[in-house]
Structures are given as structure tokens and as C-alpha cells.
Antibody
């Protein structure tokens, strides 16, 4: 079935970087965009940005621009999110979510989430 | 862009109806008919319940409906059931390939 499988939980020290993977299966990877959304403990969802698998084009939220990088490996149907200069406020569950191309479509399939904890 | 404004909580008894609002601006909710609603149970990933303001994806009960007026979108859950108790988030396209979520509303079934 259609699913997004994310890598396991991470614990990082402040100032470090983290890279989370999202493996797509059950559909054509290059036919949908991949977005990243995070959720701090007890908080709301925060949209982080997107990557277009066929082109590698990316878009980032203003808040995270400069610290986050999205990439993809089409041969492995995998998208990656790398966040650098980690701080305690980056402690959150990170989700990848699939979306059809075009502004009107919703995030229809979500990964199970990857918990990233930033602590000294 | 700022998060969309939702009431922190809503509640209703089984069988009743409840409506959750989502207020943005002319740059997001008011400017596009691209509002979606997501249901999130504790410890789970969000699930889309409504897209394009009013459309229900396959498998979503018709007890869930959406609407929009000006800069405010709304989600109505009719015939409340125990399993509807969850957090609900609205989301809107905000232009220039940006999206924004609401602050979330905790729906309690009394």
C-alpha cells in the first residue's frame, strides 16, 4: 500500500546537525511533491517546506530558511531533511507528507514521524 | 507567515454537532479555496479530513463538512461520535509555494 517510512529517533547536541529520511513506496515517487512538517511537544503543526522529486527543486519556510536543506534520491524513492545548528527549540516530531502537484491538493499521506531531541 | 487562528478547544455530546473555526487573512484563507482540515489522534500522524474547503477524501464519513466565508474557514462535525475526539488542524495555501497551519483545536466528546 502507499506509505512513507521515516528513519528512527535521533538525539543530538546543540549546534549539531540531523538528517531524517523518508522512503516512499506503493506509488510513483516522482509524481508527487514531498513536504516536511514538524510538531514540538504539545504544540501545533509547523510547515517547513517542500522538495519536488522529479526536479529536486525546493521551497523553505522563511523561519527555517538557511538552516534546513531538502534533498531526494529518485533511485531510492527517498527524500531527506537536514537541519543544522540545532537548538533546543528544534526538539520536535518531524513528518514527511505527500502532496499532489498543484496548490489545491492536501497532504494526503504522512510518514509515521521521526522524533528529534536536542539536548546537551 | 503567521499561524492561522483556531479556538484551543471545542466540545459536544454524542450525536450533537460542533463547528471549529479557522481565521486567517486575505493572503491565505481568504485568498484561495485551498483550505484543508486534518485530524490527529494522540501519538499518531495527521489524517486529511477535508480538502479544497469542502471536499471529503474517500473514506471520510459524511458527518465531516467544511465551509468558508471571507477569511474564516470552518469544520463541522455532525452526529458526534467518541472516535471523533482528537486534535483538529486547518491548513491553507499562503501563496508563493508556502503553506500555513492553524494552532489546533482539541475536540472533546463529552
Amino acid at each position: 500500500q502507499v506509505q512513507l517510512l521515516q528513519s528512527g529517533a535521533e538525539v543530538k547536541k546543540p549546534g549539531a546537525s540531523v538528517k531524517v529520511s523518508c522512503v516512499a513506496s506503493g506509488y510513483t515517487f516522482t509524481s508527487f511533491s514531498l513536504h516536511w512538517v514538524r510538531q514540538a511537544p504539545g504544540q501545533s503543526l509547523e510547515w517547513m517546506g517542500w522538495v519536488s522529486p522529479p526536479s529536486g527543486n525546493t521551497g523553505y519556510s522563511q523561519r527555517l530558511q538557511g538552516r534546513v536543506t531538502f534533498t531526494r534520491d529518485t533511485s531510492a524513492s527517498t527524500a531527506y531533511m537536514e537541519l543544522s545548528s540545532l537548538r533546543s527549540e528544534d526538539t520536535a516530531m518531524y513528518y514527511c507528507a505527500r502532496k499532489r502537484f498543484g496548490d489545491l491538493h492536501p497532504f494526503d499521506i504522512w510518514g509515521q514521524g521521526t522524533m528529534v531531541t536536542v539536548s546537551s | 507567515q503567521s499561524a492561522l487562528t483556531q479556538p484551543p478547544s471545542a466540545s459536544g455530546s454524542p450525536g450533537q454537532s460542533v463547528t471549529i473555526s479557522c481565521t486567517g487573512s486575505s493572503s491565505d484563507v481568504g485568498g484561495y479555496n485551498y483550505v484543508s482540515w486534518y485530524q490527529q489522534h494522540p501519538g499518531k500522524a495527521p489524517k486529511v479530513m477535508i480538502s479544497e474547503v469542502t471536499k471529503r477524501p474517500p473514506g471520510v464519513p459524511d458527518r465531516f463538512s467544511g465551509s468558508k466565508s471571507g477569511n474564516t474557514a470552518s469544520l463541522t462535525v455532525s452526529g458526534l461520535q467518541a472516535e471523533d475526539e482528537a486534535e483538529y488542524y486547518c491548513s491553507s495555501y499562503a501563496g508563493s509555494d508556502n503553506w500555513v497551519f492553524g494552532g489546533g483545536t482539541k475536540l472533546t466528546v463529552l
